[in-house]
T-cell receptor, first 113, second 112 residues
Framework: DAGVIQSPRHEVTEMGQEVTLRCKPI?????LFWYRQTMMRGLELLIYFNNNVPIDDSGMPEDRFSAKMPNASFSTLKIQPSEPRDSAVYFC???????????FGPGTRLLVL | GDSVTQMEGPVTLSEEAFLTINCTYT??????LFWYVQYPGEGLQLLLK?????DKGSNKGFEATYRKETTSFHLEKGSVQVSDSAVYFCALRNNQGGKLIFGQGTELSVKP
């Protein structure tokens, strides 16, 4: 079975550019989560969706960050404009029924120069 | 607020050694507790969980017991393998339906 798919796996961009990260959750899962992982702050929940509806975006650091889930099989996390402090690994995860058993994708390693 | 504290890594062990990774938590009420594992280049995956005091979660030879009196959920394995080399994350979820709160992660390196 296919797991959570994320693209791209690596992204290098320059400060000020728009960055779009993509996620395909496991088919049939009704929850989707976006996390950011850094050495300084560890693993942080940015936003999560239930049945394609954003439920809690309190973890989104600034208005430069936005996330959408237009359908049950696709979500995007966009950063515009990007800044060097956004450099991190961004994980997408999905689950069935809630928070407890989440399945993580391989992550997107973002470097903003 | 709720929080999880793990022992700092990296932890380096020889194959077949005994493993303990300490995890303590602060939470209101009675949270559920989890261990997730992240293998190199991969996302996190659930290793085991426990939902109430004195429960023992186990999987793949790993065990952890929910100790409410010491607010701990230490991860143990009797004999580690090179393939266990990974980063291990302790996490909690409070019983009011909140999000997962992760610890900082502990890197384990097992040498042959």
């Amino acid at each position: 079975d296919a797991g959570v798919i994320q693209s791209p796996r690596h992204e290098v961009t320059e400060m000020g550019q728009e960055v779009t990260l993509r996620c395909k959750p496991i088919s049939g899962h009704d929850y989707l989560f976006w996390y950011r992982q850094t050495m300084m702050r560890g693993l942080e929940l940015l936003i999560y969706f239930n049945n394609n509806v954003p439920i809690d975006d309190s973890g989104m650091p600034e208005d430069r960050f936005s996330a959408k889930m237009p359908n049950a099989s696709f979500s995007t996390l966009k950063i515009q404009p990007s800044e060097p402090r956004d450099s991190a690994v961004y994980f997408c995860a999905s689950s069935l029924g809630g928070f407890e058993t989440q399945y993580f994708g391989p992550g997107t390693r973002l470097l903003v120069l | 607020g709720d929080s999880v504290t793990q022992m700092e890594g990296p932890v380096t062990l020889s194959e077949e050694a005994f493993l303990t990774i300490n995890c303590t938590y602060t939470a209101t009420g009675y949270p559920s507790l989890f261990w997730y594992v992240q293998y190199p280049g991969e996302g996190l995956q659930l290793l085991l969980k426990a939902t109430k005091a004195d429960d023992k979660g186990s999987n793949k030879g790993f065990e952890a017991t929910y100790r409410k009196e010491t607010t701990s959920f230490h991860l143990e394995k009797g004999s580690v393998q090179v393939s266990d080399s990974a980063v291990y994350f302790c996490a909690l979820r409070n019983n009011q339906g909140g999000k997962l709160i992760f610890g900082q992660g502990t890197e384990l390196s097992v040498k042959p």
